[in-house]
């Protein structure tokens, strides 16, 4: 058990909608990271927060949007839905910030996001 | 970005053999995790190395930060059929927070 949730477990779209899938940290964690794992993929660094600030970013286009919030928790969202959208989505916390590694991320268990 | 080579991709083995599986990168790291990740679930961290050379224990998990801090090695011993699953190392460098994940490596393991 590591004490980070996500919601909703699945979620099925259309292409060209729109989606927001929520995490909930550990309690103290000031950072969190979204990952995207396609099937058979190990996950991709989509972009990590820091104390409600975006604190880097991988290779996603500007569709992938977040929000950290005071009380632990956050949001990914994503416009303009495409097929390729299609993954395993998880968030991961930690206490991070340094930026100087010795870090630990703990996942949750996975939105699954399906777009037809 | 940066990837990391995991090999091997997949092994079979009997129940009760040991395991090897180790994670290269072309970039220095700081930290380097390994996790266990069941079908449609998230990954579940085993062990956490910080410092080149370590040599951490987590039961029958083993795992080492290689010296070059470029690599990443992890053993499990007297395998059991709960260990199956895919395991994943992830690397940590000195700039920015974000972690790079390694390709993956399947384990089944034959009662």
């Known amino acids: 058990e590591t004490g980070v949730t996500q919601s909703p477990t699945h979620l099925i779209k259309t292409r060209g909608q729109q989606v927001t899938l929520r995490c909930s940290s550990q309690?103290?964690?000031?950072?969190v990271s979204w990952y995207q794992q396609a099937l058979g993929q190990g996950p991709q660094f989509i972009f990590q927060?820091?104390?409600?600030?975006?604190?880097g970013r991988g290779n996603f286009p500007p569709r992938f949007s977040g929000l950290q919030f005071p009380n632990y928790s956050s949001e990914l969202n994503v416009n303009a839905l495409e097929l390729d959208d299609s993954a395993l989505y998880l968030c991961?916390?930690?206490?991070?910030?340094?930026?100087?590694?010795?870090?630990?991320?703990?996942f949750g268990p996975g939105t699954r996001l399906t777009v037809l | 970005g940066q990837q990391l080579n995991q090999s091997p991709q997949s092994m079979f083995i009997q129940e009760g053999e040991d395991v090897s599986m180790n994670c290269t990168s072309s970039?220095?790291?700081?930290?380097w995790l390994w996790y266990k990740q069941d079908p449609g679930e998230g990954p579940v961290l085993l062990i956490a190395?910080?410092?080149?050379?370590e040599l951490t224990s987590n039961g029958r998990l083993t795992a080492q930060f290689g010296i070059t801090r470029k690599d990443s090695f992890l053993n499990i011993s007297a395998s059991i059929p709960s260990d199956v699953g895919i395991y994943f190392c992830?690397?940590?460098?000195?700039?920015?927070?974000?972690?790079?994940f390694g390709t993956g490596t399947s384990l089944t393991v034959i009662p």
């Open positions: 991961a916390s930690s206490l991070g910030g340094g930026g100087a590694g010795g870090d630990t991320q703990y």
């Open positions: 927060y820091y104390r409600e600030e975006e604190n």
């Open positions: 992830a690397g940590q460098g000195n700039t920015g927070n974000q972690f790079y």
């Open positions: 190395l910080y410092k080149a050379g």
């Open positions: 970039s220095i790291f700081n930290t």
């Open positions: 309690s103290g964690h000031n950072t």
